[in-house]
C-alpha cells in the first residue's frame, strides 16, 4: 500500500494547440468519425419518456458503463464536464418501462427470432417467470414460488453441482459480496465474475510479478509521463473518456505508443466532445504505432529487452534502472539469459516488427525517465495472457517505472463494475481480503461464523462445460444461477454454448431485460427474476474504478419496475430459503450493513462504510501500489519472469485471426457500422496486400474458416498487419476453440488460425469433403 494520497483532479489547458489538429475543417466533415451530436440527440429521444429520470442518473449517478470512475458528470483526473456517448448508449436500460405482457409472454419461437439488440429494446423484465419443457411461453410466478422452486433444488444436489456467475454491467460492489459470501453459506465453490473473459490474466500476473491485483497508478498519471504505452488497448473506443485524459496528456509533452495488430483509426485521431478545440479540430493521439502479429507481443517485448542488454554490454548504466533492480528485484540473471538465447530472426519472425523497429521502441524507453503501460484484452485473451502481462511488468520492473508520479502498471477495465468482482470474492481462486488460501480461509469464516468449502471452484468456462458431463458425476451441473451475462454471445462456439446451458435442470437468469440466451430450453425449468439497477438499489451502492477509487452512487429517485428487486436481496432471500435455521448468519438489513461488513472482510476497503452520499469516495492503496518499489510480495521485491515466446500456430498462407468490437458495449451492439472505418458486422478487416496475394477484391464474399466453424463475410481493406484479420465479437466467436483455456487465469482462447478463401472459390468445389480436406491440410501445417 502506499503513503501518497491522490490530488484530486486538475485543470486542463483551454489554449488552442494547432500543433495537435487532425484537420483545420470544423467537426471532422467529410472524414469517417464518430458523430457525438447526432448519437446525443438520438440518446435523448430515446429516453424522451423519461428525459428527467435520464438527466438525474447523468448527473448524479456514477457510470454504470466503463470503469473510469465518472461521477454524475465530474472525476477525480481532471476538471469539467465528462460524458460519452458509450454511457449515453447504456442509459436506455435504466430508464425503459417494462415490458408489456404480450411481449413477456409471447411465442418463444417468435422470441427467438430477434437478435439481442432488438430484445433490448423491448423493455424491462416487470415480475418473475418461468419456463418448463414443452412450454412456448413464460409464465408468471410470485417471488415465494420462484425462490423456492430454486431453493428446493439447492437442497436436492450436490454443493459441486450447482454455480453462480455475475456480470459486470452496473453490479455493485455490495452485490458482488453477497453473492460471494452466498455461495459459500450454500457450500460451493462454483462462483465466477466477468473478469474471467476480459481481465482474470491481468490480476495473476500482477500478483505473480508484483504482489498486487489492480492497477499500480491512475490516471493522472498518464498526464506528464514520458512515454504512455497502449498495448492491446482501444481506449478510445471503449472507454472514450480517457481520450480526454490523452488529450491532457499530449499537452504536457507525453509520447503515446499504441502498440496494436490493427492500426486503430479512434487510437489515430479523434474529435472529444467536451474539449472545444478538439471538438472542432480533432486531436492527433498516437506518436507512434507498432503493428505485432497477433499473439507476437511476447517476442516483440523480447526484442525490447534484448536491445537493452545489448547497450548495457556496450555502456553499463545506460538502457535499465540498476539500482531498482540491485535493490526491489529478483530474478534478473534468469530473465537475461531467456532474452539472450533468441536471435533477432526468431524474434523479428514472431513478433512480425524488424530488428530496428524494436530497437526504436527499447531506445525510447531507456531514455525516458517515466512511462506507464496500458493494456486490455489485446494482451489478456490469449492462452497465454498470463505471460504476456508478466512480460509488460518486466518492462517495468527493468526500469522502475512503478511506485511514483507518471510511473505504472495499468489494465484498464471496461466495465464500471468489474474490479470489484474479485476482491469482493466472486471468484473460484479469491475471498474478499486475499486468496483462497488457508489463512484467508480461517479468517473470513471467523467473521461469517460459519465453514467455508475447501474444495476449489470451476471457472465459469468449466462450469458450462460440466452441465454435459453424466449424471452420475459429482460436478455434473445441475443449476446455474446468473446474474446477467450473454454466454452465446461472449463465449467461443455458440452451439456447444447452447448445448450447455440446456443441460442443466434449473437455469436462472437474474437480469433486467431479456437477452438471446433467456430462451435457451433446460431439462426442468428456466426461471428468469427481475432485478434493479444500481440507480434503483434501496440504500445505494458502490462500485471500484481501474484506479481502486471506489464509488459511492446513490439511489436516484425515478419510476420503478413493479417486481424488480435489489440483486444482494435476492440472493440473501435464497440462501435464507435453503437454510432458515442458519438465516441470522446471512442476514442484511440493507446496504450500509454489507459495507460495514465488507470494510471488516476485505481490509483494504476500510473505508467503504462512510460512503452515503453523492460524491462519497475513496481510493483503496493510495495514489501508487509498490510506491518507492516495495512490492507486497513476501520479501518486499518485484519479480522478473523468464518465458518461451508461445508458438503461435499460423502456418504459411493461412491467417491469425482475432476478435474486435465495433459500436458496442461488450455484447450490446448499437449500430451495425463501426464509426471509426464504416466497417459492417460482418467485415473481415485484412491487409489489401493480403487481398491482392489471395486474388480477393475489396467488398467480395469470403469465406473465414478452421475445424471450429465456419464465418460468412466481406473483405474489407485497412491497415491491419499482413498475415492478420481481425472479425467482430460475437459474431465471430464461431470460428473459436471450445475448451482451450489459459492454464494459470482460466481465460477462454479468443485467437485462432483460419483459412480465408472467396466464397464462389468455397462454394465452387463439387467434392462434399473440400473443407474437411482444406481443414485437415490446415491442422497439419499448424499442428
Known amino acids: 500500500m502506499g503513503k ?17 489538429w487532425v484537420s483545420k475543417v470544423p467537426f471532422g466533415l467529410g472524414k469517417i468519425k464518430p458523430h457525438h451530436i447526432r448519437d446525443t440527440i438520438k440518446v435523448a429521444w430515446e429516453n424522451k419518456d423519461n428525459l428527467p429520470y435520464a438527466t438525474r442518473i447523468l448527473t448524479q449517478g456514477v457510470c454504470d458503463g466503463c470503469a473510469l470512475g465518472v461521477a454524475g458528470l465530474q472525476d477525480q483526473t481532471l476538471q469539467g464536464p465528462h460524458l460519452c456517448t458509450t454511457r449515453l448508449n447504456v442509459l436506455r ?100 465474475n466477468a473478469s474471467r473473459i476480459c481481465h482474470s490474466p491481468s490480476k495473476t500476473a500482477l500478483s505473480r510479478s508484483m504482489g498486487i491485483g489492480a492497477s499500480s497508478c491512475t490516471y ?190 495499468m489494465p484498464i477495465r471496461g466495465h464500471s463494475g468489474v474490479q470489484g468482482s474479485g476482491e469482493m470474492g466472486a471468484d473460484p481462486f479469491v475471498l474478499p481480503g486475499g486468496g483462497f488460501d488457508e489463512k484467508n480461509v480461517a479468517r473470513l469464516e471467523k467473521i461469517w461464523n460459519f465453514d467455508i468449502p475447501k474444495w476449489q471452484g470451476d471457472i465459469v468456462g468449466v462450469s458450462l462445460e460440466n452441465a454435459v458431463l453424466p449424471e452420475d458425476h459429482e460436478r455434473k451441473l445441475k443449476l446455474y444461477y446468473m446474474s446477467g451475462g450473454n454466454f452465446l454471445e461472449t463465449m467461443p462456439d455458440p452451439d456447444f454454448v447452447k448445448e450447455c446451458l440446456e443441460g442443466v435442470d434449473i437455469r436462472v437468469h437474474q437480469d433486467i431485460i431479456f437477452n438471446t440466451s433467456t430462451f435457451a430450453d433446460a431439462k426442468e425449468a428456466v426461471i428468469v427474476l427481475p432485478a434493479m439497477t444500481r440507480y434503483e438499489q434501496p440504500g445505494g451502492g458502490t462500485s471500484t474504478s481501474t484506479e481502486r477509487m471506489v464509488y459511492f452512487s446513490p439511489e436516484i429517485k425515478g419510476p420503478r419496475i413493479g417486481e424488480a428487486r435489489a440483486e444482494w436481496e435476492i440472493y440473501v432471500d435464497l440462501a435464507k430459503r435453503v437454510k432458515p435455521e442458519q438465516s441470522h448468519l446471512i442476514e442484511f438489513k440493507n446496504a450500509q450493513e454489507i459495507r460495514d461488513e465488507i470494510a471488516k472482510a476485505a481490509p483494504n476497503y476500510n473505508g467503504i462504510q462512510y460512503l452515503k452520499e453523492k460524491g462519497d469516495v475513496f481510493q483503496w492503496g493510495g495514489a501508487w501500489l509498490c510506491e518507492d518499489g516495495n512490492c507486497p510480495t513476501p520479501d518486499g521485491k518485484g519479480n522478473l519472469i523468464a518465458m518461451d515466446i508461445p508458438e503461435l500456430r499460423r502456418a504459411e498462407g493461412r491467417f491469425y485471426v482475432t476478435t474486435r468490437r465495433g459500436k458496442q458495449f461488450n455484447s450490446m451492439i448499437y449500430s451495425d457500422k463501426d464509426p471509426f472505418n464504416d466497417a459492417d458486422r460482418y467485415d473481415v478487416l485484412m491487409n489489401a496486400d493480403d487481398g491482392k496475394t489471395y486474388g480477393i477484391k475489396e467488398g467480395e464474399a469470403i469465406v473465414v474458416y478452421n475445424k471450429f466453424g465456419l464465418l460468412h463475410g466481406k473483405a474489407k481493406f485497412v491497415n491491419v498487419k499482413t498475415g492478420n484479420i481481425e472479425v467482430h465479437w460475437p459474431e465471430g466467436n464461431v470460428l473459436l476453440p471450445k475448451g482451450v483455456y489459459e492454464e494459470l487465469a482460466g481465460i477462454p482462447e479468443y485467437n485462432t488460425a483460419v483459412i480465408v478463401e472467396k466464397s464462389e472459390t468455397f462454394h465452387a468445389q463439387k467434392d462434399t469433403k473440400y473443407l474437411e480436406k482444406r481443414v485437415e491440410e490446415l491442422e497439419q501445417e499448424v499442428g
Open 4 to 20: 501518497t494520497k491522490h490530488t484530486g483532479p486538475m485543470h486542463i489547458s483551454k489554449s488552442p494547440d494547432p500543433s495537435l
Open 220 to 409: 493522472k498519471d498518464w498526464i506528464g509521463t514520458d512515454v504512455l504505452v497502449f498495448w492491446g488497448s482501444v481506449a478510445a473506443t471503449n472507454q472514450p473518456v480517457s481520450t480526454k485524459y490523452m488529450y491532457a496528456a499530449k499537452r504536457k509533452g507525453t509520447k503515446i505508443i499504441v502498440i496494436n495488430p490493427y492500426h486503430e483509426p479512434s487510437m489515430d485521431n479523434y474529435w472529444i466532445p467536451s474539449i472545444a478545440e478538439s471538438a472542432l479540430f480533432g486531436t492527433k493521439i498516437a506518436d507512434d504505432v507498432y503493428q505485432v502479429n497477433i499473439g507476437g507481443d511476447i517476442a516483440f517485448m523480447h526484442g525490447i529487452m534484448k536491445h537493452w542488454f545489448e547497450m548495457e554490454e556496450a555502456e553499463p548504466g545506460s538502457a535499465v534502472n540498476h539500482e531498482f533492480i540491485q535493490e526491489h528485484v529478483n530474478h534478473f540473471d534468469e530473465l537475461k539469459v531467456k532474452v539472450q538465447s533468441y536471435d533477432w530472426e526468431t524474434l523479428e519472425e514472431s513478433s512480425g516488427l524488424s530488428k530496428e523497429r524494436m530497437v526504436e521502441l527499447a531506445v525510447l524507453l531507456a531514455k525516458s525517465k517515466s512511462a506507464v503501460f496500458v493494456w486490455s484484452m489485446g494482451l489478456t485473451q490469449h492462452r497465454f495472457g498470463t505471460d504476456n502481462v508478466s512480460q509488460v511488468a518486466n518492462l517495468a520492473l527493468l526500469q522502475g517505472y512503478v511506485g511514483r508520479e507518471h510511473c505504472g502498471v
Open 93 to 192: 436500460l435504466n430508464t425503459m418501462p417494462e415490458m408489456k405482457p404480450e411481449i413477456v409472454h409471447a411465442d418463444i419461437d417468435e422470441l427467438k427470432k430477434m437478435s439481442s439488440t432488438e430484445l433490448r429494446k423491448l423493455g424491462r423484465i416487470p415480475y418473475p417467470l418461468i419456463r418448463k419443457p414443452g412450454e412456448k411461453k413464460f409464465s408468471r410466478l410470485s417471488w415465494d414460488d420462484a425462490l423456492d422452486t430454486i431453493a428446493e433444488k439447492v437442497k436436492k444436489i450436490d454443493p459441486k453441482q450447482y454455480g453462480f456467475y455475475l456480470t459486470s454491467r452496473g453490479i455493485t460492489n455490495e452485490s458482488y459480496y453477497v453473492a460471494a459470501k452466498t455461495a459459500r453459506f450454500l457450500g460451493t465453490n462454483h462462483v465466477d
